[in-house]
T-cell receptor, first 114, second 115 residues
Framework: NAGVTQTPKFQVLKTGQSMTLQCAQDMNHEYMSWYRQDPGMGLRLIHYSVGAGITDQGEVPNGYNVSRSTTEDFPLRLLSAAPSQTSVYFC?????????????FGDGTRLSIL | GENVEQHPSTLSVQEGDSAVIKCTYSDSASNYFPWYKQELGKGPQLIIDIRSNVGEKKDQRIAVTLNKTAKHFSLHITETQPEDSAVYFCAASRAYNTNAGKSTFGDGTTLTVKP
């Protein structure tokens, strides 16, 4: 199993550009989530999904969209990039839908917005 | 909402010594408390967790204790080794209910184990 795979690992964007951060897991986990990590801070939840076709907002959802058409994939879309979205983004999954807490993380996408 | 405070922000210990990291939480309905280890350039890794019906849990050199009355929980690492050096995060959440999925994380503790 590859676990949770995130692409790209690094990305530089200009203000106003849009892009999609990819996340895929091969563990058949129902629960997936996106977090952002800023220097000296813990992880903040952006969006999460408890299964295909079901998504919900986390703590900091503004400026981001998600969809969950399959169990495996959970892409995060930046609609119009802003410098405040410069961060490291982590995708996570969990085998336990009942607990809905992140258990497996990808290695992150480091995003810079100029 | 939930608020999690983690202390200390940095911790330096000598190899072989013990390390303790403490977190406090505000939501008395929180019932799930995981700990994550994050190495440089990597994503967090779940290392141990505890649920509110348990006071202590051990896994080899690591242990977690929970005091529901005081609303705090701690990570204990014994016989520290250089490979324990990393950033450790605590989190708290209301797992197993309709509001599940919204973990609140502490700001992290950078642990350095000196050989």
């Amino acid at each position: 199993n590859a676990g949770v795979t995130q692409t790209p690992k690094f990305q530089v964007l200009k203000t106003g550009q849009s892009m999609t951060l990819q996340c895929a897991q091969d563990m058949n986990h129902e629960y997936m989530s996106w977090y952002r990590q800023d220097p000296g801070m813990g992880l903040r939840l952006i969006h999460y999904s408890v299964g295909a076709g079901i998504t919900d907002q986390g703590e900091v959802p503004n400026g981001y969209n998600v969809s969950r058409s399959t169990t495996e994939d959970f892409p995060l879309r930046l609609l119009s990039a802003a410098p405040s979205q410069t961060s490291v983004y982590f995708c996570a999954s969990s085998r336990d839908r009942a607990s809905n807490q992140p258990q497996h993380f990808g290695d992150g996408t480091r995003l810079s917005i100029l | 909402g939930e608020n999690v405070e983690q202390h200390p922000s940095t911790l330096s210990v000598q190899e072989g010594d013990s390390a303790v990291i403490k977190c406090t939480y505000s939501d008395s309905a929180s019932n799930y408390f995981p700990w994550y280890k994050q190495e440089l350039g990597k994503g967090p890794q779940l290392i141990i967790d505890i649920r509110s019906n348990v006071g202590e849990k051990k896994d080899q050199r690591i242990a977690v204790t929970l005091n529901k009355t005081a609303k705090h929980f701690s990570l204990h690492i014994t016989e520290t080794q250089p490979e324990d050096s990393a950033v450790y995060f605590c989190a708290a959440s209301r797992a197993y209910n309709t509001n599940a999925g919204k973990s609140t994380f502490g700001d992290g503790t950078t642990l350095t184990v000196k050989p």
